[in-house]
Every structure is written in C-alpha cells, then in structure tokens.
C-alpha cells in the first residue's frame, strides 16, 4: 500500500496548500469543530483544524474550489486558509466530529492505512535499538482493531504489541521509560507527581509513571481498574469503566460526580447498535466534541447525567477480543484533558496488567497443590523402586 504521508505531500504539491495528516485530525477541539457548521462540513466534505490571526484553516477534499471557500468564509466570518487530507481520513473525520457515516470501504481503509502505519513505525523503532538511525523517540499507538464479543473462558497469550514475548529494552524504548543502570550502579528514580505534573489547584494528579508503576502491582482485575479510573479522573470530570461481555455493555466502576447510582447499575448497552459505541468504528480511539445528534443522548439518559461537550472512549481488547470500554468526558462544559499518548500509554498496558494477574493466579493455584503433588510422586516412586519381600 501506498505510504500515507507521502500521498499527502503529492497532494500538497498537486493542489499547492499544505497537508494535514491523520495525528492533526485525530483530536481536534470542540471549539475548534464548532467554527464550521455541520452544513458545509457534511456539503463541502470540509473539516476545520484551527483557528488564528490568518484565518480559519480547513482540510479539504477540493481546497481549491473557490465556491467552497467562499460560502464557508461568508458563514463564519473568517478569511479561509485551505488544507489537503486524504479524502478516506476527511471522511474519517467527519464521521467522528459530525456523525457524518462514512461507507465500510472508508472504514476497511483507514484501518489499512492504520496498519500500514504502525508496521513503519515498529520496523523504525526496530532499526533504531539496533543502532541503525537515532531519531528522538516515538511513541506507537496500538493499530486497530476488529470489535467483536469477549470469550471469558479463552485466554491466550498476549500478542507482541503489549509486550509479551517482546525484547525488554523495545518494550522500555516504546512506554518511554529507560530502565537501564547507569555506571554508578543506581537505578533510575521515577520522577514524582509534584515534578512531572505541578498542581495548580492544590491536588496532586497521579502521573504516567505512578499509574503505571499501579498496574504492575495490581494484584487483582480490580485493581488495574482502579489505576486507570484514578488517572482518568484527575484530568476529566467523569470516567466510565464499561465492561463488554456477550455483545452487552454494562458498567463496571466509575469516578467523578453527576451519576444516579441507581440508573448506572442497572444500565446495558448493545454494543453493536448504540450510537456513542459506533464512534470508535476503525479506529482505536474517539476524543473529541459529542455529536449533535438526539441518538447520542440515549447513552446519558440511561445512566441518569447530563449530556458533555467533549468525550473520549478508547477500546480495551484482550487476545484480539473486546473485553472492556473506556468512557470519560468533561462534564457539560469542560473539556478532556491530559496528553493524549499518555493515555494511550497506558490503556495499552492495561491488557498486559490483567495477564499478568492471570499469570501469578495461575502461579499460585500451582504452588498451594505442588506439596501434595510431590508427595504423590515421592509415594509413587517408592513403590516402582521397592524390592519385593523374600
């Protein structure tokens, strides 16, 4: 397949305006979004990226179609800077920012330019332990993958992208953490929340590195969970553990104000044929404004709150299988906050936690019965070795 960035350049020089790749679409502002009316995007296959001195900048399909840009100018009051994208990534965009659907040949797409993507940035990752080329490093985001219903009774090991079976020193190049020792022999110290992260209300955020360091401890599902609800809930005002079994979603743990307790335990969701959930089709994540739309205030109603502005789900697999839901929001005015790869970090090491807390069960189920099994044993070699009495 064709790599992605270099169509867009060639599009960039064929139509002379810039190119806005895939990462400037993948979480744009609610402000931002709100510029451009759903009328025109939908019309002029246009999505907006940001807002300055110069103008409002818009990726197009046709960014030299003068009729476009001067309607879209007219309605918003802005001098409008033209951009170039990819047209499956336009649609892509205006699926996730305006409910706009995209056929599945957009879908099917998108996820192949994904794939294509993050085998170029392993294979770059790769060639950069082996001390081939010394970029700054990069993080890789998990390619997407298929939704379909968890099998509680299946668990196999995990796949290389979480880390399993994967060289230690990829596996710390690719979290951003350095584990190495330097030459006086002292371990790396993880930097603490008042360094990384100053709080400007009086509260200490727990950071990437704490957060982390809370997975790998858990000692239970429960416990992972909660290392992702507390992290989430110190940059949003809401935060949503939503489990996946059978095809129906139900809530499993939640952080943050403005929920019926009543309503929220009781609360399913079908996975296949609610709105909010189709949001995260082809993709491995949605943050970003809540559409417009009356189909997406069903998902508020059930759980008893009000609608936000801006949101964020993020898909947890486990063995190719979607066992669990993320969901936060900022509440009816706020906004999601936070570095988005950080989150991605560590949704990413989720999975890796929970097979590890499968590992140790397993470990320990083995070490309660090893005593009787070695005493089977013992008794049983006994008895073949034993010489008959005379």
């Given at each position: 397949m064709i790599d992605e960035d270099a169509l867009g350049d060639t599009l960039a020089r064929l139509f002379r305006v810039p190119y806005a790749p895939a990462k400037v679409l993948?979480?744009?502002?609610?402000?931002t979004v709100k510029h451009l009316p759903f009328r025109l995007a939908e019309k002029y296959r246009a999505v907006p990226i940001s807002v300055d001195e110069g103008g409002l900048h818009v990726t197009m399909i046709e960014p030299r179609n003068v009729q476009s840009?001067?309607?879209i100018s007219f309605a918003t009051g802005y001098r409008v800077k033209p951009w170039i994208s990819p047209e499956a990534r336009i649609y892509q965009a205006l699926d996730r920012y305006y409910g706009v659907r995209r056929s599945t040949r957009y879908v099917n797409l998108c996820r192949s330019l994904d794939a294509t993507q993050s085998m170029r940035e392993s294979?770059?990752?790769t060639r950069r332990l082996k001390g081939m080329e010394t970029p700054p490093p990069a993080v890789r985001l998990a390619e997407g993958r298929r939704m379909g219903p968890s099998d509680p009774g299946e668990v196999s090991d995990l796949g290389g992208e979480y880390g399993y079976g994967r060289c230690w020193k990829e596996i710390a190049v690719d979290i951003g953490v350095d584990r190495r020792r330097p030459e006086n022999g002292r371990g790396q110290?993880?930097?603490s929340a008042q360094k990384l992260n100053p709080p400007s209300d009086g509260t200490v955020r727990p950071t990437i590195w704490e957060s982390t360091d809370k997975l790998c401890r858990a000692d239970k599902k429960q416990d992972a969970v909660d290392a992702l609800l507390e992290f989430a809930a110190a940059r949003m005002a809401r935060a949503i553990f939503l489990g996946v079994n059978d095809e129906i979603v139900s809530v499993w743990d939640s952080r943050g104000a403005d929920f019926d307790r009543r309503r929220k335990s009781r609360a399913t969701f079908p996975l296949e044929s609610e709105p909010l959930f189709q949001l995260l089709l082809g993709d491995e994540c949605y943050r970003g404004p809540l559409p417009p739309l009356p189909s997406f205030t069903e998902f508020y109603k059930a759980l008893g709150m009000e609608s936000p502005r801006e949101i964020m789900l993020v898909p947890i697999y486990f063995d190719d299988h979607l066992v669990a839901?993320?969901?936060?929001?900022?509440?009816?005015?706020?906004?999601?906050?936070g570095e988005h790869d950080e989150f991605m970090r560590l949704f990413r090491m989720f999975p890796m936690a929970i097979h590890q807390i499968l590992l140790r069960d397993n470990m320990r189920a083995i070490g309660y019965f090893f005593p009787?099994?070695?005493?089977a044993t013992e008794k049983g070699a006994k008895e073949q070795t034993a010489l008959p009495t005379p």
């Open positions: 993948r979480s744009l502002a609610a402000e840009l001067d309607e294979e770059q990752l110290e993880l930097p839901i993320f969901y936060g929001d900022g509440g009816r005015e706020g906004e999601v906050t009787e099994i070695e005493n």
